[in-house]
């Protein structure tokens, strides 16, 4: 059960039409290293954290990245708003119009759909920590790339946000997995130390 607060959590504002933006930024969307995959990933991951330190780090990240979905898709929205059949296919955004008309549908920026085989996930939390500690700093690289393509303010200003989130959410799982290697043994996945102590009750969250 998700708390839901209905605002954006970074405001989007975006005043002038980019449709070649709005091409190149739904990468984040549906991308292999976009925010609906990062998301999906997470909450996925969870369930086979060893100990709910884990479990509560995936879930928090993983429903805030829900919320960049939501910043990403009103982004791009704002940035077709309006657009005429001729912009669209100026923009090579006809074909999309073709399938979907103007509704947002989750590819990378060439047009490939939206893949599980981003989940990644194998079921032992440090390949999967690993993995994720990857995939943050993959997106960072992608919202540079996406903020040299714009000189629009009203752009630059969420993607410098999200670019920084991917850094807070890469220091966290380096954090957990520098944790996991200490306390896994033998990759059992299994804890070394009780969940029993005084700072396992900080982590509870939801039993998952």
Known sequence: MFSYNKKLQYPVNIKKKDLRMAKYLVTQYGGPNGELGAALRYLNQRYTMPDNKGKALLTDIGTEELAHIEIISTMIYQLMKDATMEELREAGLDSHYAEHSRALYPTDANGIPFNVSYFATTGDPLADIAEDMAAEQKARAIYENLIDLTNDPDVIGPLLWLRQREIVHFNWFKELFEYYQKMLSG?????????????????MMYDV
């Not at 996945?189 to 700072?199: A, F, G, H, L, V």
């Open 187 to 203: 990759g059992s996945n299994k804890i070394m130390k009780s969940e029993n102590d005084s700072n396992a009750l900080k982590y």
